[in-house]
């Protein structure tokens, strides 16, 4: 009998606190999207406050952790004849919104090619690389179009490689195979930060920060082989929540302090951000803590926090999560001069009207666009794999 992937995933329970964390990481995302550190001149005056806004990309990392934790949960058993399957189903996920998001910036360079004589062989290869998904390799066409686009260039890679490495994965079955793999992977991924210094003294290479880098920083900023094994520290945490020996149904306390452990660990890294490497930090230093926690809400649900979190409005909030943070940027902008000419004297009601307005736009783009878009990608996916009769 043929199990379609649909089937497979309805199937498992569904990880509702997860969803409902992923919320806060875009609304981090925005918030340090909304007050950059140049923004922040003369307003924030406490170290720690600004420390806490200023590492708002840390949302970032955890999409990438948080991604490889439920893919590898969503498609544990993934075959080689669903390959495709699965790519059509990422595809259909991301790419509608995605282009959407850049569509603004695609007619205003349309624009720009007709009537200007600048356009040249960079300039089509630059739009090329956002449209394909594929601008994250290049750092000058990183943040082409809609800067946040570039984690989902990123993204794009995962999937590619992912379904060639399942069955790997998928063998995984113990603590002792996995634990020493993840070790590898987190201190392997860590160590590409490092070759910024064959680039820059290592004092340019602690002083780093979000808005100070050169080229070579932002290549290990945003290129996918830079993030690569923060995916892989998702799969690999999911192997082992799906591979626990016995339910710890009966330990809710231990797990609930655990989950605010990790919690206040990542907190404190915040608030301390400034004596911390800033590539360090981008690219996953906090990865094992991050997924750490991934499989201690997963496993204790009942808890007061994952609770919140998996609670309907947190949910619907996660579910819009990819809309509040693909638009966010893209709606700021075209809020133009007004938008800026009202931040600038009243920047905090400001940021925070234009945050609560992002909020609102994504899940009322979630419930009607987005749906749409999956209803549509359900189709689609269902007529490609429904076997055809043969006569």
């Known amino acids: 009998m043929r199990v ?12 509702g606190a997860l969803t409902g964390l992923r919320f806060f990481a875009a609304l981090y995302v925005v918030i340090f999207h909304t007050y ?16 806490t806004i200023s590492a708002g990309y840390l949302g970032v990392s955890f999409f990438f952790i948080l991604s490889g934790f439920i893919i590898g949960y969503t498609y544990e058993e993934l075959k080689t004849q669903q390959r495709w399957t699965f790519w059509s189903a990422r595809f259909i996920r991301i790419y509608p919104s995605y282009f959407l ?16 004589s600048e356009a040249n062989f960079n300039f089509y290869f630059a739009a090329f690389m956002a449209l394909v998904l594929c601008q994250s390799w290049h750092p000058a066409t990183a943040r082409m179009w809609n800067t946040p686009a570039w984690s989902l260039s990123v993204e794009a890679f995962f ?40 680039y820059n003294p290592i004092e340019y290479y602690l002083a780093a920060t979000p808005s100070n880098q050169g080229l070579s920083g932002t290549l290990i900023k945003f290129h996918p082989l830079m993030h690569l094994h923060e995916f892989a520290v998702g799969l690999l945490f999911c192997r082992l929540y799906l591979n626990r020996s016995e339910r710890s149904n009966g330990y809710q306390r231990a797990g609930a302090s655990l989950q605010w452990l990790c919690i206040g660990s990542i907190a404190g890294a915040i608030l301390f951000s400034s004596e911390i490497p800033y590539f360090l930090l981008h690219n996953g230093l906090l990865s094992l803590i991050m997924g ?3 499989v201690l809400l997963a496993e204790f649900p009942r808890t007061g926090l994952a609770r ?36 600038d004297t009243r920047p905090v009601r400001t940021g925070c009207l234009y ?28 007529r490609v794999s429904t076997p055809r009769a043969t006569g």
């Open 159 to 198: 999937y590619l490689l992912f379904p060639f490495f399942a069955p790997f994965f998928a063998r995984l079955k113990k603590p002792s195979h996995i634990l020493p793999l993840l070790v590898v992977v987190y201190v392997l991924g860590l160590s590409e930060t490092f070759l910024y210094l064959a």
């Open 101 to 116: 998001s850049i569509l603004p910036g695609l007619l205003g360079w349309v624009a720009i090619a007709i009537s200007s």
């Open 292 to 294: 750490f926690l991934l």
């Open 355 to 382: 945050m609560v307005g992002c909020v609102l736009f994504s899940v009322l783009y979630y419930s009607t666009v987005e749906k749409y878009f999956q209803t549509l990608g359900r189709r689609v996916l269902k």
């Open 4 to 15: 379609d992937l649909t089937e497979k995933q309805a199937a498992k329970p569904y990880l």
């Open 36 to 51: 950059p550190s140049w923004r922040m001149e003369g307003l924030v005056h406490s170290q720690w406050l600004w420390n």
């Open 308 to 343: 919140v979190l998996a609670s309907p409005v947190f949910v619907l909030l996660g579910d819009a999560s990819y809309a509040l943070y693909i638009f966010h940027v893209v709606i700021r902008t075209g809020l133009g001069e007004f938008y800026t000419v009202h931040f």
